[in-house]
């Protein structure tokens, strides 16, 4: 069956401090893997896309590692601000005819001052 | 905001009652997606549209619920004789070109429905 699962459910930190959240997928064929940001009530936004042959790729204090061998992923968050409080969300697309998303239940991060 | 916009924002209604959830994609989009988002959950899939044509769907959506895409712009979710259940958050998304695989899917800021 195809599962994307999310480590820790959720997590504080202080404004300013470093996290990391993990993605362990078991999802075949695999296309590729993506987190998203999901703020309460609003639909998810893209924060980084990567293939099976990308190892790390960032985007401003957010930076997604991937590990296709083990099928681990990981997102780190680098001095966190308060608008970082959201829910982060890693999804494995499908290599199938529609490209289908597989999404994790999410990670719910609070960025406390 | 992505440039994906739904409507309405939020929706109660009473069981048994139907409903109609409607997604404007990105204008040049031509693949759009429903999904549903329970509480505490990650959204799970409902069903896909290229352009028109609608190419699949999940086991999720029973025949009480029919999406349409009529001119390959806008689409509508229907939900008829709404259950408990069904309360969720709907997300539509959409996306650009054919099938190449890091085309991103922009979400809409979806409609949270209430069955009472």
């Known amino acids: 069956k195809n599962q994307v699962e999310q480590s820790p459910q959720s997590l504080i930190i202080l404004e300013g401090k470093n996290c990391t959240l993990q993605c362990n997928y078991t999802v075949s064929p695999f296309s590729n893997l993506r987190w998203y940001k999901q703020d309460t009530g609003r639909g998810p936004v893209s924060l980084t896309i990567m293939t099976f042959s990308e190892n790390t790729k960032s985007n401003g204090r957010y930076t997604a590692t991937l590990d296709a061998d083990t099928k681990q992923s990981s997102l780190h968050i680098t001095a966190s601000q308060l608008s970082d409080s959201a829910s982060y969300i890693c999804?494995?697309?499908?290599?199938?005819?529609?490209?289908?998303?597989?999404f994790g239940t999410g990670t719910r991060l609070l960025v406390s001052p | 905001d992505t440039g994906v916009s739904q409507d309405p924002r939020h929706k109660i209604t009473k069981r048994g009652q139907n409903v109609t959830f409607r997604c404007d994609p990105i204008s040049e989009h031509n693949r759009l997606y429903w999904y549903r988002q329970t509480l505490g959950q990650g959204p799970e899939f409902l069903t896909y549209f290229q352009n028109e044509a609608q190419l699949e769907k999940s086991r999720l959506l029973s025949d009480r619920f029919s999406a349409e895409r009529p001119k390959g712009s806008f689409s509508t979710l229907e939900i008829q004789r709404t259950e408990q259940g069904d309360s969720a958050m709907y997300l539509c998304a959409s996306a650009t070109g054919g099938v190449a695989s890091t085309d991103t899917q922009y979400f809409g800021p979806g409609t949270r429905l209430t069955v009472l």
């Open positions: 999804v494995v697309r499908l290599n199938t005819g529609f490209q289908k998303l597989v």
